[in-house]
């Protein structure tokens, strides 16, 4: 009866043990920032938190839209089976004014300052103010109309 009592106490302290543990180790990344383009705020932008994992894709975290006034707040909960390789994709399509429509897709990484859980402290990553003319990374693919439009009509017959 004693052994029994003792086992289940130290049953008890071990899960409370590993819920501290893990309450460590998965903690909340936070950032926020504005995005204009032209001094004027950039709306509809898509901000994602992206973690690179294991085998080097990308596990996305969180995805938000940005506000009418162009600023965005995102949050996301950074695992411990990825790696510490965490950063920002801002994503948005332009259509040009001969019918090409562009995807644009910006990375930001996180630096690791803000990667370390601080236990009393709301930890979060200030972007700051971007702007979209000035960029220096990014990633473009065009398209024209014409070929997305093919690429509908022959996409909606084959959904049978």
Same mark, same amino acid.
């Given at each position: 009866?004693?052994?029994?009592?003792?086992?289940?106490? @130290?049953?008890?302290? @071990?899960?409370?043990?590993?819920? =501290?543990?893990?309450?460590?180790?998965?903690?909340?990344? #936070?950032?926020?920032? @504005?995005?204009?383009?032209?001094?004027?705020?950039?709306?509809?932008?898509?901000? *994602?938190?992206?973690?690179? $994992?294991?085998?080097?894709? !990308?596990?996305? @975290?969180?995805?938000?839209?940005?506000? !009418?006034?162009?600023?965005?707040?995102?949050?996301?909960?950074? $695992?411990?089976?990825?790696?510490?390789?965490?950063? =920002?994709?801002?994503?948005?399509?332009?259509?040009?004014?001969?019918?090409?429509? !562009? $995807?644009? &897709?910006? *990375?930001? %990484? #996180? %630096?690791?300052?803000?990667?370390?859980?601080h236990e009393n402290s709301?930890?979060?990553?200030?972007?700051?103010? #971007?702007?979209?003319?000035?960029? %220096?990374?990014?990633?473009?693919?065009?398209?024209?109309?014409?070929?997305?439009? #093919?690429?509908?009509?022959?996409?909606?017959?084959? &959904?049978?």
């Open positions: 009866m004693i052994l029994k009592n003792i086992l289940s106490f @130290l049953f008890i302290f @071990l899960l409370n043990k590993i819920r =501290v543990e893990t309450y460590h180790i998965n903690h909340k990344l #936070i950032a926020v920032g @504005l995005i204009d383009c032209k001094k004027l705020p950039a709306k509809n932008i898509h901000v *994602t938190i992206c973690q690179k $994992n294991l085998i080097g894709g !990308c596990s996305v @975290l969180a995805r938000v839209s940005s506000f !009418c006034q162009g600023n965005f707040q995102i949050s996301g909960n950074k $695992n411990i089976f990825y790696s510490d390789k965490a950063y =920002v994709v801002l994503s948005y399509m332009i259509t040009k004014n001969n019918g090409i429509n !562009c $995807n644009f &897709r910006s *990375t930001f %990484p #996180i %630096p690791k300052m803000y990667l370390k859980y709301r930890n979060f990553f200030s972007m700051g103010i #971007i702007n979209m003319r000035t960029i %220096p990374f990014q990633q473009e693919k065009c398209m024209t109309s014409r070929k997305m439009s #093919i690429f509908r009509r022959s996409s909606r017959f084959k &959904r049978n």
